[in-house]
Structures are given as C-alpha cells and as structure tokens.
C-alpha cells in the first residue's frame, strides 16, 4: 500500500428502521457528502443498522427470561432478559462470571465432515446500545457475510460500481482492556493477507504473518466514526487490498490450531 489511506465518515443516514433499504440511505448520505464511489472503494458499515433493517430487534417486554438467567443475574443486578436473550443465541457459553456471559454465537456451520465455529464474544453480541433508549435488543445478522454480500450487490446495482463490504461489530479481547471493532461480514475482499513465504527487509523468509486485513479496517473505521456520532458507516479510501470472495468467518480460527479451547 502506498499513498494515502483515508477514512471518511458518512452522516446524515439517519434512523434505520426494519424494513428500511440500507443501500439506498448509504447512496443518499453519499450524495449529500458531495462523494461519488471509486474503484477500490471499501464500505465500512456498523451490524447495529445492517439488524435494523433486517428486523433483528427484540422488544425486552416480550423476552421472558429462564430460571438460569434469572439466578445468573440476580447476583449482579443484571437485566436477565439480556442474559435469556445471549443463550437463546448461543451454541454454547464459553466463560460467564460477574453476571457476564462469554458466548460461542451460532454462526458456525458443517463444511462436510468439519465445523467451523461461530462468533466469540459478550453476551453473544446481544446489545441495547444505539438500539431505541433501551427498550429492545438488537441481535447479530443470522448470516452476516450473507449480508454483506447483499448489501455490496445493491450498491453496485445502484451506484454502476462494486465495492468492497465489511460488517463489523464491538469485541473486547482476552488479556486486553477496551473495546475494538472486528469483522462479523464481508463481501469483496480477501478479510487475511498472507505474507507466509515473502521475505523481510532482513531477508528472513516469513512463515507464520497473516494480516487481519478486514479486522484492521474495522478498527480504522471505528476509530474514525466513534461511538456516539451516529455515522454507521466509513467509506474508506487509498488500500491496494487483494479482491476476491472472501468471507469474515473465514477469521474465525479452526479449533484444531487454537491452543485456547
């Protein structure tokens, strides 16, 4: 990559509601920043508006939460509809503690006699943040790479030109304080880099360096929409990244060469 890389936030989008036509917003809020798509265009896009208009919302009077939940919570002064809501999406529960659950999502899926797994993160990524004031749920994508192939191809149809997708969602990390964003979908772009082969600078040849290419970007469009903005989505500009159809849970490390299961 050479050159420059930029991050350019996109207002304006709004409300998304379910039932909404996110690529047509996404055009709108580009139309209004004066910014037409390039070539190697990547569109960074928050999962909070991508379930939105999917329709992935729970209403919190609507969950009636186990007896599980309820002892779970209690301790802690949790809200056990929250927890109900991370089980029912959970294929299991990694850690929990301190009224917190550490989830395995399921999204994972049989690739003939293997099993990819699913997501790992909080509460299964059940959030009420951004949501409506705290009187839903918003739940992950049931596929988000399916989404995000949807969603690039409605773009291109609109706009005459294909550009990269990445859904992405808030993880915390082992060992590591704070939040950051990851990859949950993508469509367009190949999510690892593998340098495995190449040589460095020093001439030693690499063998273990793959780049979280689509990871890296989730984190640089983060950084520059924030929070609080209400700017879902970042175009990002100036990366020479490797097209192809790569998927976001092709991130999600194979259990056989995680030494932390």
Known sequence: MKGE???????????????????????????????????????????????????????????????????????????????????????????RGRGLLITETRHGEREGREERPGFVCAQSGVDVSNVDGGRSAALLPRDPDLSARRLRQAIKKAAGLAVAIIITDSFGRPWREGLTEVAIGASGLRVLRDERGRRDAYGYRLHATQEAVADELAGMAGLACGKLSRQPVCLIRGLRYQPGRGRARDLIRRPEQDLFR
């Open 5 to 95: 890389l930029r991050a350019i936030p996109l207002g304006g989008i709004g409300e998304v509601k379910p039932g909404d036509s996110l690529p047509a917003m996404i055009i709108a809020a580009l139309k209004r920043q004066r910014l037409k798509l390039e070539r190697g265009d990547i569109l960074v896009v928050t999962h909070k508006v991508v379930s939105k208009s999917e329709g992935r919302l729970i209403p919190l009077v609507s969950v009636k939460p186990s007896a599980r939940a309820r002892r779970w919570a209690a301790p802690y002064g949790r809200d056990p509809r929250l927890l109900e809501l991370a089980l029912r999406e959970s294929r299991r529960v990694v850690r």
